[in-house]
């Protein structure tokens, strides 16, 4: 057996005594990569063989000037001379270590530029980097960072560690649990969703937690914790007795004093159920079980009285757990069942009176208990599925009723054709309404005509009221053309997300330069064409514009004058199921602000004009995709060709652009990312 195998993050030198001997020693030149922070692991490692230790460089010291004042100024220049100095000393503290320099350079940003302050900062590091670079000594930066957060986001950082290593936190899921769990009051007329996104924000800000999937509007959708300051705030948890893990290497939750309040579950098994067992478990506030397996060994819900947030996302064993006694959880806020091989929910559920959140997607769940619509406080009712569940599953049923749950501010996941006619005509009453996803099929039967009628004249109803994101897949080509009859105009619609086979043959009535808070717009149309683009370029908002066709086009189409004002992302996408190609061209002022870009190229036609694109009109551009389309019997040299030159304008472009371009029929792809970053 030959092997490669990589080891990340080894903690001790009997950590890696223990895994070593199951790696077969032979002569077939296997390598195992390990990453440690501790020498004395790495030399463990290394040691006999063929073993070699490579220790990471710090940063040098310009390259550590760059990175802090980058971060505090924007800019590498723009220090003031009277804190150079004191720069230095800092800088020197941190010996190099980047994520030391981004901690201090992100709390000295939200402080006046003032060399007294800047001095007690200097003061406060205290000089353990400065002697080595130890984890101590990084600690020591770190909890410099966590002391100056206010009580608020201390503890809203805090919460962060019922999650392991490495773990994605979604921001919705993470703002919707925190508000759950009280963390969150109203602030100056701002709402608490608005308020507990402004702490996820400012938590990024400080760098105390690392963005992750920046999208088009540059907001994080979710965020990381670094392992070092996951380690912070655990012993932080643990000291303040804030958050319990089990699982964690530290179950003996016996020894630990006070009561649990917050409980995660990372593992469990049957020596740690008769631990449990033996707490008490009524002030446990949340219940986060991460394990998927031995689920059959926690705890009874009853004994889970106080619970606020109960949350089984991914547990794919939880069908061996006993539900029973869910109903006697009377604080309950926020339920997740999300990624359980689940298929029916619990029938007591309908008697959680104070759920404001109800999880359930990717999930076998076709059907809601006729009770649910009780729930008068929920406002996130999730049964949304990923593509390859909506083919298998079709949606969930919309429960009759759902009229009077005026509080709901989030729909997805719902089927209009499952639903009965009453039903989707009630989605009209939901005036809290913000986020409606749903899923309409039926391949445009007229059996289901009357379902398409009474969806309009719910939306109608809906695009008056606080409607801010629309998203309709249609898995089966099921046509949407009523919609060219939406009105009034949805003034507050934000994102409008179409999905599926359907193409529609115009663009819809509705949108037009008026909308003047559409940011997202993701539309199929048959064709795309220089009218429609003029009016898409009118609209004030828009970010992201997602535009998939279905038709060969012959003609060039050149993207003309000034349009698309904010524009910073466009996705040109050719239908799955049929042939389609196009050929696109900007000229000067055409996206002015756009950075991404996603487009075919079709050969065949763009030979004739040298296949030049424009990339160099559009000055902010930083990413290109392009996809090379062409008839069948068009040769490699001409495919070859319009590589090259698509080549030639990133690399002539003054920020040269990431760039990839791919050839499906040839099955080959050039990047030139690596090369450009390096």
């Known amino acids: 057996i030959r092997y490669l195998i990589i080891i990340d993050d080894i903690w001790s030198i009997s950590a890696w005594d223990a895994i070593k001997y199951a790696f077969p020693e032979n002569d077939f030149s296997s390598r195992i990569i390990a990453t440690t922070r501790n020498v004395d692991v790495a030399r463990s ?243 986060t079980v991460i394990a998927s397996t031995c689920i059959k060994h926690l705890p009874r819900l009853v004994r889970f009285e106080a619970l606020r947030v109960l949350d089984f996302q991914d547990c794919k064993s939880l069908h061996e757990y006993d539900m029973n006694g869910i109903d006697k959880l009377f604080q309950l806020k926020y339920l997740s069942f999300r990624g359980t091989r689940m298929s029916k929910l619990p029938s007591k559920i309908v008697r959680l009176y104070d759920l404001e959140t109800l999880d359930l997607r990717n999930t076998h769940i076709k059907e809601l208990p006729a009770r649910i619509i009780l729930l008068g406080k929920l406002q996130h009712l999730l049964t949304e599925t990923d593509s390859y569940y909506i083919v298998r599953e079709g949606g969930t049923k919309i429960p009759n009723g759902i009229g009077n749950m005026r509080n709901l501010e989030v729909i997805s996941g719902f089927n209009i ?97 008026a909308l003047a808070s559409l940011t997202y717009l993701d539309i199929n149309l048959i064709e795309a064409i220089e009218e429609d683009l003029r009016i898409l370029g009118e609209m004030p908002a828009l970010l992201c514009l997602s535009l998939a066709f279905s038709t060969v086009q012959k003609e060039r189409l050149a993207l003309q004058g000034v349009g698309f004002p904010c524009l910073k992302e466009f996705c040109l996408i050719r239908a799955t199921h049929c042939t389609s190609a196009i050929y696109l061209t900007f000229e000067e002022g055409a996206m002015p602000k756009l950075e991404k870009l996603a487009l075919p190229l079709f050969a065949s036609v763009a030979e004739e004009y040298g296949f030049y694109l424009g990339l160099g009109h559009l000055p902010f551009l930083r990413d290109a995709k392009v996809t090379l389309c062409s008839y069948a019997d068009t040769s490699f040299e001409i495919k070859s060709a319009a590589a090259a030159a698509i080549r030639k304008e990133a690399n002539s472009h003054p920020n040269h652009p990431r760039l990839s371009i791919r050839d499906r029929t040839a099955g080959w792809q050039y990047y030139n990312s690596d090369e450009e970053e390096n």
């Open 417 to 513: 054709i499952k639903s009965s006619l009453c039903a989707v005509e009630e989605l009209g009453n939901l005036t809290s309404l913000k986020e409606l996803h749903l899923q309409l099929d039926g391949g445009g039967s007229q059996e289901y005509k009357r379902h398409e009628d009474i969806l309009l004249s719910s939306l109608c109803k809906l695009c008056t009221c606080k409607l801010q994101s629309l998203w309709i897949h249609t898995p089966d080509s099921t046509p949407i053309h009523f919609l060219d009859s939406w009105s009034p105009l949805p003034h507050n619609l934000q994102i409008f997300i179409m999905g599926g086979d359907y193409y529609l043959p115009k663009l819809p009535k509705w949108i037009v330069p």
């Open 45 to 287: 490692c290394s040691h006999g063989g063929n073993g070699r230790m490579y220790e990471m460089e710090a940063l040098n010291d310009l390259h550590s000037k760059r990175l802090f004042f980058k971060r505090i100024f924007g800019s590498e220049d723009c220090c003031p001379d009277m804190l150079k100095q004191v720069s230095n000393k800092i800088l020197k503290k941190c010996g190099g270590l980047p994520l030391a320099i981004i901690s201090i350079a992100s709390l000295l940003a939200n402080r006046p530029v003032v060399k007294d302050e800047w001095e007690r900062v200097r003061r406060s590091i205290g000089s353990a980097l400065d002697k080595n670079r130890s984890l101590d000594g990084m600690n020591n930066i770190l909890s410099l960072s966590y002391n100056d957060l206010s009580p608020n986001l201390k503890t809203c950082l805090l919460y962060l560690c019922i999650y392991p290593e490495d773990y994605v936190i979604e921001r919705n899921v993470l703002v919707r649990r925190w508000i759950a769990e009280g963390f969150i009051s109203e602030e100056r007329g701002q709402g608490k969703q608005e308020v507990a996104e402004n702490h996820f924000y400012e938590l990024i800000n400080k760098s105390m937690v690392q963005p992750v999937e920046i999208g088009y509007d540059g907001k994080a959708r979710a965020c990381q914790v670094h392992d070092m300051m996951l380690e912070l705030i655990i012993s932080k948890s643990v000291e303040d007795n804030f958050i319990s893990l089990a699982g964690h290497g530290q179950t003996d939750l016996a020894k630990r004093d006070g009561l649990i309040r917050r409980l995660s579950v990372q593992h469990i098994d049957q020596e740690l159920a008769s631990i449990l067992a033996n707490e008490d478990l009524s002030h446990v506030r949340s219940l």
